[in-house]
């Protein structure tokens, strides 16, 4: 089945320490996206990469930053520099960055600090 | 900039019911998308509906609909013939022009609806 995996599905950091959380999509998807969740909140978009070896910052990226060497990968990693962590995590994949693409995401990942 | 605005935070209806789940938009852009997401207690956001602005018919999808009055700015979500999986969050969200060649989703910040037996 195509679809979007994300590991791990809980996650703990230590202060200063630097976690990267993982995205594997088999959509043959173009774009894809790192969202953070908090409590009671929306979704707020932290990067987004419309095609391999490029990406974009949203509009929370100071404290975190991403890589996207395959298509299929699309790992965030949260820096010690982001000092409040403590989220729900989701990516997500759409075929291309188009007006009427709805995008498909991920199970997520709860991050929380020790 | 784009803006939702979900003013329920949580709703209550019974099983068989209809509901209708609010949500008002601002965009200055002529093109843009609106979509609706349900999230389950498991956090994973499922795609529910589209509509495009410039589509006159209301989309529907097997039991949900999308009520688009384009002149009040409004995309509320109509669910006919509630179950109890619908319990759940169901978020609102623009998808409109944000620069670079790309259309990015902005999201509401959600309604609880809890369906009732």
């Known amino acids: 089945d195509g679809g979007i995996t994300q590991s791990p599905k809980y996650l703990f950091r230590k202060e200063g320490q630097n976690v990267t959380l993982s995205c594997e999509q088999n959509?043959?998807?173009?774009?894809m996206y790192w969202y953070r969740q908090d409590p009671g909140q929306g979704l707020r978009l932290i990067y987004y990469?419309?095609?391999?070896?490029?990406?974009q910052k949203g509009d929370i990226a100071e404290g975190y930053s991403v890589s996207r060497e395959k298509k299929e990968s699309f790992p965030l990693t949260v820096t010690s520099a982001q000092k409040n962590p403590t989220a729900f995590y989701l990516c997500?994949?759409?075929?291309?960055?188009?007006?009427?693409?709805?995008?498909?995401f991920g199970d997520g990942t709860r991050l929380s600090i020790l | 900039a784009q803006k939702i605005t979900q003013t329920q935070p949580g709703m209550f209806v019974q099983e068989k019911e209809a509901v209708t789940l609010d949500c008002t938009y601002d965009t200055s852009d002529q093109s843009y998308g609106l979509f609706w997401y349900k999230q389950p207690s498991s956090g994973e956001m499922i795609f529910l509906i589209y509509q495009g602005s410039y589509d006159e018919q209301n989309a529907t999808e097997g039991r949900d609909s999308l009520n688009f009055q384009k002149a009040r700015k409004s995309a509320n979500l109509v669910i006919s013939a509630s179950q109890l999986g619908d319990s759940a969050m169901y978020f609102c969200a623009i998808r409109a022009y944000s620069g670079a060649g790309s259309y990015q989703l902005t999201f509401g910040k959600g309604t609880k609806l809890s369906v009732i037996p």
């Open positions: 990469s419309q095609i391999v070896n490029d990406f």
């Open positions: 997500a994949s759409s075929p291309g960055t188009g007006l009427n693409q709805p995008q498909h």
């Open positions: 959509l043959n998807h173009d774009a």
